[in-house]
C-alpha cells in the first residue's frame, strides 16, 4: 500500500492513488482525500495573511474518480476581516470542466480573545482502543490508510480516535489542519446507525466548524447520526484533538435500501 494519497503530476493537477478509494466503490475516492487536497489549494490562498479558517464546507458534486484531476482555488468575496475562498477539483480529462467536488472556507482575522476564550465539552482522552464494530466495512483503500481507535461510546454517540498513515501529497508536508480534512469526513461511517449490509448511507457534504485550529495528527469524533422517515439522514460529530475541543461537523445523508 502506498503512503501517500497524491502524486503531484503539474502545478494544478494530481493523482489519486489507491488509498483514495471509498468502501462504497472502489472507482472512486471517500470524501477525505478530496477535502484535504482542497483544503490545501485555499491556504494557499490565504498564506501570509492575519486570517485563519473558521469554517470548512465540502460539498460532493459527483463521483470523484481515482484518476488525475485538476485544482483550482479563488478568494470569492475578499475582505481583510473576512473572506470567502473557493476550491474546485475537476476530472483531468473532462473537456466541460464540470467539478466533481468543491470546498469553501470562510477565513475571518485574528485577534486576541485569550481571556474569554471557553469550550463546551471537556477534553477527551484517548483509552484503550477496542475491537472494531463487527459490521465495519472491510478495510481496504482509504479506510486502510486510517488508524482507527473505537473507545467506549458515550450517551452522545460513538467515540473514535483516528490518524491518517499516508502524507496527503507525496513528499510534501502537511499542515493540521489539512490533517483534520483527512480524516473528519469518516464521522459518518462512525456514527452510522445502520447496517451497511442493508443500507447504504453516503453523505453528500461535510461541513466543519472551527473555534480552535487543530494541533497535531491524532483526532476524536464522537459522531452520532440521525434517520428520517424519508430517505434522509444527518450525521453531526464533536471534534477534538489532543488538547481538547476543537469544532463540530455535520453531513447530510442519502439513505436507500440496498
Request: charged share 25%; net charge negative.
Amino acid at each position: 500500500m502506498t503512503d501517500f494519497y497524491y502524486r503531484r503530476l503539474g502545478v494544478n493537477e494530481s493523482e489519486p492513488t489507491e488509498i483514495t478509494c471509498s468502501n462504497w466503490d472502489t472507482a472512486i475516492q471517500h470524501g477525505s482525500p478530496p477535502m484535504a487536497l482542497l483544503t490545501r489549494a485555499i491556504l494557499e490562498q490565504i498564506g501570509g495573511s492575519p486570517l485563519r479558517v473558521g469554517r470548512l464546507t465540502l460539498e460532493i458534486l459527483g463521483a470523484m474518480p481515482v484518476a488525475p484531476v485538476k485544482v483550482r482555488a479563488w478568494i470569492d468575496r475578499p475582505g481583510r476581516r473576512i473572506s470567502l475562498l473557493m476550491a474546485d477539483m475537476t476530472p483531468a480529462d473532462d473537456d466541460a470542466s464540470r467539478p466533481v467536488a468543491r470546498v469553501s472556507a470562510w477565513a475571518l482575522a485574528t485577534s486576541d480573545t485569550d481571556e474569554v476564550a471557553s469550550d463546551r465539552y471537556p477534553p477527551l482522552r484517548e483509552q484503550q482502543a477496542r475491537s472494531l464494530p463487527a459490521n465495519w466495512w472491510g478495510l481496504t483503500g482509504y479506510l486502510g490508510s486510517v488508524d482507527f481507535r473505537p473507545q467506549a461510546d458515550d450517551s452522545s454517540g460513538a467515540v473514535f480516535w483516528l490518524s491518517a498513515r499516508g502524507q496527503l501529497v507525496d513528499g510534501e508536508e502537511s499542515t493540521p489542519l489539512e490533517k483534520l480534512a483527512l480524516t473528519v469526513d469518516c464521522a459518518n461511517g462512525i456514527g452510522a446507525v445502520l447496517d451497511s449490509d442493508r443500507f447504504s448511507f453516503m453523505n453528500t457534504d461535510t461541513d466543519v466548524h472551527l473555534h480552535r485550529l487543530p494541533t497535531g495528527e491524532d483526532f476524536a469524533l464522537r459522531a452520532r447520526a440521525s434517520i428520517g422517515p424519508d430517505g434522509i439522514g444527518v450525521t453531526t460529530a464533536e471534534v477534538f484533538d489532543r488538547a481538547g475541543f476543537i469544532g463540530t461537523c455535520a453531513q447530510t445523508l442519502l439513505v436507500q435500501r440496498r
